[in-house]
């Protein structure tokens, strides 16, 4: 099975624009979350997303957004960029919950915001 | 709330010599354990998980880990360790109580350094 992939790699922005990133979850999975990863905070879950649905949230700003689409493929928005967002953007996606349940995580997105 | 404890940033060990990192954690209901590894500018490489029955687990390329209830501990092992696995690992939690979501709580990391 092909893992998690996450597009772009890598993305330089400046202050006050937006980016979008994308995630396609491992073939047959539904549950969708990605989290941030920065030196000083660590990995903090951003938001889970389950046929569509958004499910659960963290304590990020409004300006973090994401959605999920029919195929479950994953996108996740942040506007009005500011200095703190660069960070590492992982996504992952879940095998159903039980005891088989494993979340499997992408490569990960670099945003840098300049 | 959920929240996990690796008490060590740093752990030194000779090649072939046992290697542990501590993880603790905090949950209202059953906790669901994991450990992931990272190597340089990728993303979280899944190693090994307890969800129910035996407390020992054994997971990928050698490591082991061992649930216990009471001290709510799930250190990470491996009983020779190679230079290669030197990188950082995560332990994560997800708590099964209702509310708590699906979402994973990591803990702040330990950076693994093995010396040839």
């Known amino acids: 099975k092909a893992g998690v992939t996450q597009t772009p790699r890598y993305l330089i922005k400046t202050r006050g624009q937006q980016v979008t990133l994308s995630c396609s979850p491992i073939s047959g999975h539904r549950s969708v979350s990605w989290y941030q990863q920065t030196p000083g905070q660590g990995l903090q879950f951003l938001f889970e997303y389950f046929s569509e649905t958004q499910r659960n949230k963290g304590n990020f700003p409004g300006r973090f957004s994401g959605r999920q689409f029919s195929n479950s493929r994953s996108e996740m928005n942040v506007s009005t960029l500011e200095l703190g967002d660069s960070a590492l953007y992982l996504c992952?996606?879940?095998?159903?919950?039980?005891?088989?349940?494993?979340?499997?995580f992408g490569p990960g997105t670099r945003l840098l915001v300049l | 709330a959920q929240s996990v404890a690796q008490p060590e940033d740093q752990v030194n060990v000779a090649e072939g010599n046992p290697l542990t990192v501590k993880c603790t954690y905090s949950?209202?209901?059953?906790?669901?354990l994991f450990w992931y590894v990272q190597y340089p500018n990728r993303g979280l490489q899944f190693l090994l998980k307890?969800?129910?029955?035996?407390?020992l687990v054994k997971g990928s390329y050698g490591f082991e880990a061992e649930f216990n209830k009471s001290q709510t501990s799930f250190h990470l092992k491996k009983p020779s360790a190679l230079v290669s696995d030197s990188a950082l690992y995560f332990c994560a939690v997800r708590d099964t109580a209702r509310a708590a979501g699906n979402k994973l709580t990591f803990g702040g990391g330990t950076r693994v350094l093995v010396k040839p």
């Open positions: 992952a996606s879940r095998s159903p919950s039980g005891p088989q349940e494993t979340q499997y």
């Open positions: 307890y969800i129910t029955g035996d407390n």
């Open positions: 949950v209202s209901g059953n906790p669901y």
